[in-house]
Each structure stands twice: as C-alpha cells, then as structure tokens.
T-cell receptor, first 110, second 113 residues
Framework: LAKTTQPISMDSYEGQEVNITCSHN???????ITWYQQFPSQGPRFIIQ???TKVTNEVASLFIPADRKSSTLSLPRVSLSDTAVYYC???????????FGTGTSLTVIP | EADIYQTPRYLVIGTGKKITLECSQT?????MYWYQQDPGMELHLIHY???????EKGDLSSESTVSRIRTEHFPLTLESARPSHTSQYLC????????????FGPGTRLLVL
C-alpha cells in the first residue's frame, strides 16, 4: 500500500498560483494518483487524477515526473473559496486499497 | 454532482445505545465505503463493499458492522455506542473500474455522551 507524504499546511495570497507536492516513493506500476479537496464539515471531493506526465482540467493541473515518486497539484490563481484540505491519494488499479493521509491544509489570504 | 446521502447529519446519543448510520446512493455504484475522521485528522477506511452481500474491513479496526443487502444502501451499525466512537463518519461510493473516483456523502457527526 503506497503511502503519501504532503506538507501539513500552506498559505497563499489570493490570485497566486499554488503548488502542492505529494511524495509517494512506494508507488506501484499500476497505481493512479488522485487528488481530493475537502471543506470543513463536508466529504472530500474529487479534483483530478493522473498516471504520468501532465493532466489538466478546468480546476487544476497535475504534474507527475517520469519516476512517479511524487506529484504536484497546481491551482491557478487561487481565491478565498479554495481554502480547504487537499489530499493526495494513490489508488491501486484493483481499487481496494486507499490511504488518504493527513492532507495539506491550504489557507488563502485576502 | 454525485447523489449520495447520509442520515442523520448529526446525532447525539448516550453510552450503550444501538445506532445505525444510513448511507444511500442513486448512481448504481457497486463499491461503497465507510470512513471515520476526527476533526483535523486524516480519513481512515473502516469498511468497504464490492457489491451486494460483500463486506470487508478496512485498515482501521472498528467495533461497527455493515451490511449490503441492496446495491444502493450501505448502513453502518454500532451495537453499543461509547464516547470513543465520537467522530465524523463519511460514506462514499464508486464504480468498479480501474480509475475509480470516490463520491462522498456529507457525513454524519456522532457525539456519544
């Protein structure tokens, strides 16, 4: 089971780009990397998922280097509403093992 | 948006009571999960199911039990609640596919006095 390591917290000013890096040194060949966002008193919400290189959607970008031992979630021009906890999750392709870790608490400052 | 529901949203109950936390999804997902999360802490998987009549324990030992008689319904039961069970309980579901995404319910906040 590939465990992940993320910074506990980050602060950013509104309008800046935020990059959150996650380490997953024991990632297996068939594992995918998924990021979730969680607001207080709510369940996590899917943001983005990738296997290698770069993935982009309307919310974020995910950068995964060739060795796949880390990944970086990039949030462009954050706003106050992006204040949340962000979890990096490594999922096996059989989908029966999940480790959310402690997540990164992002605070966006006006 | 995902259609996954949890009831009750908040529950305050005395020690020794039996409680059932309800979780239902209308997406036809085969896989369902229960997580436990204390405030500011990480999520811990306590139960999951691959489909009807399938239940498995997660990586966190739990005194709760689950059942999966219908695809859409995955209730969690505590036979005798204790203060140590005070926590937030999150239900999720996903399709049975290699790149599954989990959809979470709003959670149930449980306080055992």
């Amino acid at each position: 089971l590939a465990k992940t390591t993320q910074p506990i917290s980050m602060d950013s000013y509104e309008g800046q780009e935020v990059n959150i890096t996650c380490s997953h040194n024991n990632i297996a060949t068939n594992d995918y990397i998924t990021w979730y966002q969680q607001f207080p008193s709510q369940g996590p919400r899917f943001i983005i998922q990738g296997y290698k290189t770069k993935v982009t959607n309307e919310v974020a970008s995910l950068f995964i280097p060739a060795d796949r031992k880390s990944s970086t979630l990039s949030l462009p021009r954050v706003s106050l509403s992006d204040t949340a906890v962000y979890y990096c999750l490594v999922e096996t392709d059989t989908g029966n093992q999940f480790y959310f870790g402690t997540g990164t608490s992002l605070t966006v400052i006006p | 948006e995902a259609d996954i529901y949890q009831t009750p949203r908040y529950l305050v109950i005395g020690t020794g009571k039996k409680i059932t936390l309800e979780c239902s999804q209308t997406m036809g997902h085969d896989k369902m999960y229960w997580y436990q999360q204390d405030p500011g802490m990480e999520l811990h998987l306590i139960h999951y199911s691959y489909g009807v009549n399938s239940t498995e324990k997660g990586d966190l030992s739990s005194e709760s039990t689950v059942s999966r008689i219908r695809t859409e319904h995955f209730p969690l039961t505590l036979e005798s609640a204790r203060p140590s069970h005070t926590s937030q309980y999150l239900c999720a579901s996903s399709e049975f596919s290699p790149q599954e995404t989990q959809y979470f319910g709003p959670g149930t906040r449980l306080l055992v006095l």
